[in-house]
């Protein structure tokens, strides 16, 4: 298992369009899916995926409906929308670029 990281700040939603690129996931699904992929380095609470989601949906980057669960329990589905993978290839590009840029600082201290 791998430590407990925080979470850079602004980077929440990339994730969670990153994962939803997959395939349609309720909340519980994606906070779930984070873990597995980031090997539990990665948790997220429900105080900040919601607002994320909710902030996403507002924004047209995904879609929610209301489904039943493997489990036949009632859940909100979020899909990507065509704006929100437009939106992902945004976010990763401007990751990209950053993570380039502190590595040529980190490599010319």
Do not use: C, F
């Not at 990339?14 to 779930?32: C, N």
């Not at 859940?75 to 590009?93: C, D, F, I, P, S």
């Amino acid at each position: 298992m791998a430590a407990k990281s925080d979470l850079l700040q602004g980077t929440l939603d990339m994730l969670v369009l990153r994962v939803l690129s997959r395939g349609e996931l309720h909340g519980w699904g994606i906070t779930q899916k984070l873990e597995q992929l980031s090997r539990s380095a990665l948790q997220v609470d429900e105080g900040s995926l919601y607002p994320s989601l909710y902030r996403m949906e507002e924004k047209g980057w995904i879609e929610a409906e209301w489904k039943l669960t493997e489990k036949n329990r009632r859940a909100k589905y979020y899909t990507l929308t065509r704006a929100g993978r437009k939106q992902l290839e945004v976010e990763q590009a401007g990751w990209d670029r950053m993570t380039a840029i502190i590595a040529q600082v980190m490599q010319g201290a």
